[in-house]
T-cell receptor, first 112, second 113 residues
Framework: SQTIHQWPATLVQPVGSPLSLECTVE??????LYWYRQAAGRGLQLLFY??????ISSEVPQNLSASRPQDRQFILSSKKLLLSDSGFYLC???????????FGAGSRLTVL | GQQLNQSPQSMFIQEGEDVSMNCTSS?????WLWYKQDPGEGPVLLIA?????ELTSNGRLTAQFGITRKDSFLNISASIPSDVGIYFC?????????????FGTGTRLQVTL
């Protein structure tokens, strides 16, 4: 069966510091991978998605970037965090062409 | 861009009561999904709908894909305490290899004994 892992689960970082959130998927190959952000009391906003190694599509302009160095690894990064980057970040995967996404447990980022 | 209006924003109900929530869209979707999110966790898929008019059940949950393809509802019958959480609708329009879902803002459900 397929599983998705995200880490760290929680992170508190000062403004201006770098960020690296990691996501890995097991039990499948060539998945589509996604990063969503959930602000407090709001829905999920798609940040990035990837249909293959090295292929990254950005949905909204922002202070973050994503990379896919391996087939089942998706990384969300920032060089300098802003206060507005605080939120709950969710990684998700789906089969190519499928509609359903499966989400990880999320990473809560607090920027102080 | 596409927007999903989900209502109500929150509900406080007693155990045993039925619950109904819905989503409406300004544009057509070809897939509707309903997810539940427990506190501090990622959303978990409850029901997926693929055809206009489709009515699908999953235990005490029933969801329908609206005929106009611009709306969907979710019903929960005989609510229990573990139904507490945030319920999200999500829709997908268009085709392609990437499933770019648009999410509603969520319905927060509280169940009292």
């Amino acid at each position: 069966s397929q599983t998705i892992h995200q880490w760290p689960a929680t992170l508190v970082q000062p403004v201006g510091s770098p960020l690296s959130l990691e996501c890995t998927v097991e039990g499948t190959s060539n998945p589509n991978l996604y990063w969503y952000r959930q602000a407090a009391g709001r829905g999920l906003q798609l940040l990035f998605y990837s249909v293959g190694i090295g292929q990254i599509s950005s949905e909204v302009p922002q202070n973050l970037s994503a990379s896919r160095p391996q087939d089942r690894q998706f990384i969300l990064s920032s060089k300098k965090l802003l206060l507005s980057d605080s939120g709950f970040y969710l990684c998700a995967w789906g089969h190519s062409g499928a509609n359903v996404l499966t989400f990880g447990a999320g990473s809560r980022l607090t920027v102080l | 861009g596409q927007q999903l209006n989900q209502s109500p924003q929150s509900m406080f109900i007693q155990e045993g009561e039925d619950v109904s929530m819905n989503c409406t869209s300004s544009s057509i979707f070809n897939t509707w999904l309903w997810y539940k999110q427990d506190p501090g966790e990622g959303p978990v898929l409850l029901i997926a709908l693929y055809k206009a008019g489709e009515l699908t059940s999953n235990g005490r949950l029933t969801a329908q894909f609206g005929i106009t393809r611009k709306d969907s509802f979710l019903n929960i019958s005989a609510s229990i305490p573990s139904d507490v959480g945030i319920y999200f609708c999500a829709g997908r329009s268009g085709t392609g290899t990437a499933s770019k879902l648009t999410f509603g803002t969520g319905t927060r459900l509280q169940v009292t004994l």
